[in-house]
């Protein structure tokens, strides 16, 4: 067995020595990867992956869900300040399940369940009253961990005694609001607004004015009331304001650019825009026929009453008359009491068109706009290089898009040519303040630059260097090693048309005496052993 193995390392020990420097090298490094690789495999499929199984717990909760871990044998960390518990992978579901049917773990809240599982005839109306709240306080904190952001919760909800008489008007509730939110997490504006609708529709009587919301950074998070603000605030109205006038500048700046350079123009525009909001109702009641001025005929009638015949004369004293006075307080008696009577009556009901309208007029009106524009002629020392009709075109310009932005119904005034030009200042003259570059500055490469790839440089020569003498090195040793065990081949001479067969050994032994007498002188050894 000894005889083997020493054998067996004799063998290895051979064919080491028998490799060149670089094929150690190769071998080693082969040996050493595959060494590295096993080793890796071995680690990373043997290793125990470790999962959160609860999160965000009290140091009380933590420690005993490790003290009920470490009495199941089971690996566990704890990690994140305390507030983690890690176990390994494939026993977080089961764990949470034979955890949870043992009650673990235990906040000590008070939640809707607690009625269900205590419920007895001996609890007093205060004492519920106090569960109640505590429940209410306990689910609405539940509620708001499942909104992004928050990580807990603590809720204060005070609820005001019921009056003793029925007239007695009852009381707002408030609520007080802690939030244990993520660090650099911004709430948008619809996440604060769910929060205050959250706790207002959850607790009877409590307007959302008496809550107060804030996290463990004393940030408040304050509701905006769209509807109790009948305008924008100063803020948003300076905005408005501002991108108007930014939006017509931009217009007029790109337009006029293009026409004479960009260099050449400069644009100012004031603005004044209207923001009150108005909310008004109207009950117009038009003609059916607006030509005629006539509705639609819904309902007639007609009456006519016609007579015709002879009749008594009239005559007598009026009554309370004088007899005695015959100055004309009496009837005449007519000559002849025959006659004609007609009378004809027509009632007619139309109908107009009742038109009801409820208008809610935007609050952003431009009442005003006033553009200044400074125009560089094209030769700056000479203002009259600009000839008049090109600033009369962009005075027109200028007023057309003043005409245009205004409101027509806000200024109360009649847009003429002549209130358009005094909205619109064209001036013309060089511009002393540009700026101008005598010289361009041409970046020049720092000088370390220059210094690293030169270095670079001469390493990959040296290596190219190394290569070629090291390519060239193992051609020789190849052309070597060929050369001592290539045999020799003689080539007869074809001049000598007769030569024996002892004649041509005899040239051989000699001109391998005379090149080769290491060859020589082994194969004369060969001949005298066989001998």
Partial sequence: MKETV????????????????????????SLFLIVAVAALTAFFTTRTSLVPLYSNLSPAETGTIKESLDARGIKSEIADGGKTILVPEESVNSLKVELAAEGIPKSGSIDYSFFSQ????????????????EAMQTELADLMKGIEGVNDAKVMINLPEKGIFVNDSAEQAS??????????YQFKEEQIRTLYHLVAKSVPNLPTDNIVIMNQFFEYFDLKNDENSNGATFASQHEIKQQIERDVQRQVQNMLGTLMGRDKVVVSVTADVDFTQENREENLVEPVDKENMEGIAISAQRITETFSGNAEQAGGIPEGGNPADTTGSQYLEGANGNGDYEKVEETINNEVSRIRKEITESPYKVRDLGIQVMVEPPTPDDPNSLPQERVDDITKILGTIVRTTIDKNASGIELTDEAIQDKVVVSVQPFNGKVTFENEVVQKLPWWIYLVGGILLAIIALLLVLFLRSRKAKEEEKEIFFEERAESVYVPDVNKEFETEGTMKKKQLEKMAKEKPE????????WIAED
């Fill in 6 to 29: 020493q054998k067996y390392l004799n063998t290895m020990k051979d064919f080491w020595q028998g490799r060149t420097r670089k094929q150690k090298i190769s071998l080693g490094a």
């Fill in 519 to 526: 060859d020589f002188a082994k194969l004369l050894r060969t």
């Fill in 175 to 184: 609520a007080s609001i802690v939030l244990n939110t993520s660090p650099g």
């Fill in 118 to 133: 205590n419920a007895g005839l001996g609890m007093t109306d205060n004492e519920f009253n106090v569960l109640k709240l």
